[in-house]
């Protein structure tokens, strides 16, 4: 039986990078933590697994992150999907990157490319499912906020990532 999941297309992986980058106030993100971001948005019942910092908001975003529905469906643990993800997350950065939507440093870090702010990418990332979720925004901002290496590290308090090993 196929049974369809957002994790796993790519067109829709390159919806929500888009999506993500019309929310961020920054033009540039590394690479790591636009993954993060990305996760989070195709699994924001998991947002309530993060310990994350304190910051104007967070008792919201907590109270509406519990009413979100969980999913049926058995997953693997955070870090075994996290890692599934990232093939599907680099695919739709090359598609993005070869239409010069997003541009990509030797660094890692993604920015946005001349055609970003085109008619046809505006008129999908304007209003859609992902940006008309008001938590998003907040939760993106937080997350963009939060040092990403070390103990108080995003990649720590998702527990997505190995962190103990980063040159602080």
């Given at each position: 039986m196929l049974?369809?999941?957002q994790r796993n297309d790519v067109y829709h992986c390159t919806f929500r990078?888009?999506?993500i980058f019309n929310m961020i106030n920054t033009n540039d993100i590394e690479f790591a933590r636009l993954k993060i971001i990305d996760f989070y948005i195709v699994f924001p019942?998991?947002?309530s697994t993060?310990?994350?910092p304190r910051a104007k908001g967070i008792s919201k975003i907590?109270?509406?992150v519990q009413t979100l529905p969980v999913p049926y469906e058995k997953l693997p643990s955070s870090r075994m999907l996290f890692s599934e993800m990232g093939d599907?997350?680099?695919?739709a950065i090359d598609i993005l990157k070869a239409k010069k939507i997003l541009e990509v440093t030797e660094e890692g870090v993604?920015?946005?490319g001349k055609y970003f702010s085109s008619e046809a990418v505006q008129s999908l990332v304007i209003e859609n499912n992902i940006t008309s979720k008001w938590f998003y925004k907040d939760f993106i901002k937080i997350l963009i906020e939060c040092p990403f290496y070390g103990?108080?590290?995003?990649k720590k308090r998702t527990g997505l990532m190995e962190y103990r090993y980063d040159a602080v």
């Amino acid at each position: 039986m196929l049974i369809y999941h957002q994790r796993n297309d790519v067109y829709h992986c390159t919806f929500r990078l888009l999506s993500i980058f019309n929310m961020i106030n920054t033009n540039d993100i590394e690479f790591a933590r636009l993954k993060i971001i990305d996760f989070y948005i195709v699994f924001p019942h998991l947002i309530s697994t993060i310990s994350l910092p304190r910051a104007k908001g967070i008792s919201k975003i907590k109270k509406e992150v519990q009413t979100l529905p969980v999913p049926y469906e058995k997953l693997p643990s955070s870090r075994m999907l996290f890692s599934e993800m990232g093939d599907i997350q680099l695919q739709a950065i090359d598609i993005l990157k070869a239409k010069k939507i997003l541009e990509v440093t030797e660094e890692g870090v993604i920015s946005k490319g001349k055609y970003f702010s085109s008619e046809a990418v505006q008129s999908l990332v304007i209003e859609n499912n992902i940006t008309s979720k008001w938590f998003y925004k907040d939760f993106i901002k937080i997350l963009i906020e939060c040092p990403f290496y070390g103990e108080n590290g995003l990649k720590k308090r998702t527990g997505l990532m190995e962190y103990r090993y980063d040159a602080v």
